[in-house]
């Protein structure tokens, strides 16, 4: 099994700036893609940004250009940068780990304006 645990949501006005964490345990398969996605109220959840074992990364264009995703593949741990944040990025924040479609139990972030 495998556990995901985030941590560095909070509160944050319009055009400010928040670093997420998520530290993976268990049987973490090596060559895996780790990823963050966020659900809105009443909204599905979305996948924001996705890093593969090598580094590879992808971004939904909503947040393409303002937020980073990166990982320390000694720690098992990836993190989200989000820079420039809109009252709209305000959702709860999910980390994904694949392959077997694991999630973490998220982190609020919210963003007053």
């Known amino acids: 099994q495998v556990q995901l645990v985030e941590s560095g949501g909070g509160l944050v006005q319009a055009g400010g700036s928040l670093r997420l964490s998520c530290a993976a345990s268990?049987?973490?398969?090596?060559?895996?893609?780790m990823g963050w996605g966020r659900q809105a109220p009443g909204k599905q959840r979305e996948l924001v940004a996705t890093?593969?074992?090598?580094?590879?990364?992808k971004y939904a264009d909503s947040v393409k250009g303002r937020f980073t995703i990166s990982r320390d593949n000694a720690k098992n741990t990836v993190y989200l940068q989000m820079n420039s944040l809109k009252p709209e990025d305000t959702a709860v924040y999910y980390c994904?780990?694949?392959?077997?479609?694991?999630w973490g139990k998220g982190t609020l972030v919210t963003v007053s304006s």
């Open positions: 268990g049987r973490v398969f090596s060559m895996n893609v």
């Open positions: 890093i593969t074992y090598d580094y590879g990364t």
């Open positions: 994904n780990l694949e392959p077997g479609g694991f």
